[in-house]
């Protein structure tokens, strides 16, 4: 185990600063700010260049060539959420229509993630699930994953219908799910998210939520939940992501697929871009299958801070990240 990053007197300072973070990031009002001032652009573009694969497809993509070339599977989304107009939802479905298609056209080792909210669900719930069937019949044209993004709480209860819908109405079972552990209800979701045949991406959960929803992102609750479940899954044989970034976890959870045996083709360990990329690198030296999951797009405010906020101390990255060729942004 490492040791912490600050010292343990100045845990609560710490875990005040990650929330301030993510409720900023909740923040549409600072999102506007931070996203379109000129003056305030430049910087924030400059602190997500580290967490961001790009702009645009292309820049994605090319981001997900070198990630497959270092051995792993690749994950792309295209930013975005809360789209609250129909015409601009299904302007962005397209961009994921293009993404698949380019993949596809590539033959990348590369699955698409996007969020429900991004492509209609927060217009209508019938747009959402429209759009998200038409990106999953796309994929599934050239035999990829899609990978459903959890989002707020709020959101939940239709985000696992419209999931549900896409395997049992349409047999799309290259739809996959994203699982908070930190979520108290995910001790009764788990199993009936089970019975359908798509891959489970198991994260401990971003999002700034209350201790009756979920536990807190740094308590031993959450770490003990997320084992608690990872084994659950790893030892049923279901498909899932191990997507954390917790090296505790890691090695716990790779010591219980070597003494079980865990046939490689139902899990895979999973970290983000800019962040663990020692961690996965020597997990796949091990024998291991893994992945990285590249995001990209202009809509990287809500992203970023989240990132931030799992580990404050990337504060400082921030800074110098921001710092670096002063005067030139």
Partial sequence: MHPPAFPVQWQPLVDQAAATLRAL???????????????????????SQRYVAGRSVAEALQRVEH?????????????????RDEGFA?????????????????????????????????VDKELGYRNARRIALAAAEINREVMISMEGADRADDIYAIYARLHKED?????????????????????????LPGRIRLVK????????????RNSPELAAAYRRHARELLLSGHKCSIATHDRGI???LSALILEERIDPRWFEFESLIGLGTEQIAELHARGFPTREYAVFGDEHFLYVLNRIAEEPVRVYQAIIDVMQDWGQV
């Fill in 171 to 195: 047999g799309l079972h290259n739809v996959g799910i994203t699982v908070p552990a930190k979520r108290h209800r995910t001790g009764q979701d788990l199993p009936s998210l089970m019975k």
């Fill in 25 to 47: 990031a909740l923040d549409g009002r600072a999102k506007e700010k931070f996203c379109n001032d000129p003056l305030l652009r430049p910087y924030m573009h400059k602190v």
């Fill in 90 to 122: 299904m302007a962005e479905t397209e961009v994921f229509l293009e993404l698949t298609r380019a993949i596809g056209q590539r033959n990348l080792n590369c699955s698409v993630s996007f969020d429900l909210s991004h492509v209609g669900l927060t």
């Fill in 67 to 83: 990630i497959i070339a270092r051995g792993h599977a690749a994950s792309a989304e295209y930013m975005g959420e809360s789209v």
């Fill in 205 to 216: 959960g971003a999002f700034l939520e209350s201790e009756e929803i979920s536990y807190h």
């Fill in 250 to 252: 890691q090695q716990d």
